[in-house]
């Protein structure tokens, strides 16, 4: 068994609160590897501390809790390919390429804040779907209520709509799963399903969620003990029939 945890969940073994021994109990045989991929560096990255030096010491210890859990093994997409490869690498190894790129994470937090939370709220209201209903669908249903609704989406059905914004995106041709994967999530947080609180960092938030899902359909297991991204993976497994459990610390699904 391989499985891939969410990045809340490498928090909480950090902090002590979570072993390892404990995913073990939650599947059938025990899990003989975890991994890890880009984007828990990239949220690694968004680590705060008063001073350079404090900064460093909870990097090193980020990704030592890393290095530890996953014995290095890293899930690589390769670019321009976007084929996902299993390999080895140290976490700071990762960090310290994805720095060498200083614009790239101010490029990513501009990107997902083009649109408003009152152009969102006003979709909703024209979408007419309950979110306190939808909340209770199953992954299939939530896709058919979707497209059920589909004149609110431009007469598109959800993978239709994905199809359409890569196909007018300029580097489409070059776009992977990981990007649909991007835009589902997007989708589903604009229809209101299991809804993230907003703050100002919510989108960019949700980007490194839905970046988590996608590389976890290399594994048996996706861990996450965020229930709105636990929700929001299943449906995206159910729309591209990806066969890899969803399941929090605890067993939940």
Known sequence: MTAYLDNNIIVYIEKESLLISDLNKLTERDISKFYYSMSHIFEANEITASTNSELNERLSKRFKII??????????????????????????????????????????????????????????????????????????????????NKMAMGGFTLIELIEKGIEMHPDGKNMSLHNRFAGVFEILDLVGFWKDKYNEKSNYARLWDSSHAYFSTFCDYFISDDKRTRNKAKVVFELYNIETKVISSKGEE
């Open 67 to 148: 290095s530890q859990i996953t014995k290095n093994n890293y899930l690589e997409r390769k670019l321009p390919s976007n084929k996902v490869v299993k390999t080895k690498y140290e976490p700071f190894h990762i960090y310290q390429s994805i720095n060498e790129v200083s614009f790239a994470r101010n490029s990513m937090k501009q990107m997902v804040n083009n649109t408003s939370e009152e152009q969102k709220r006003q979709f909703r209201e024209q979408l007419n779907i309950d979110p306190l209903r939808i909340n209770n669908y199953s992954p299939k249903e939530v896709i058919e209520q979707i497209d059920a």
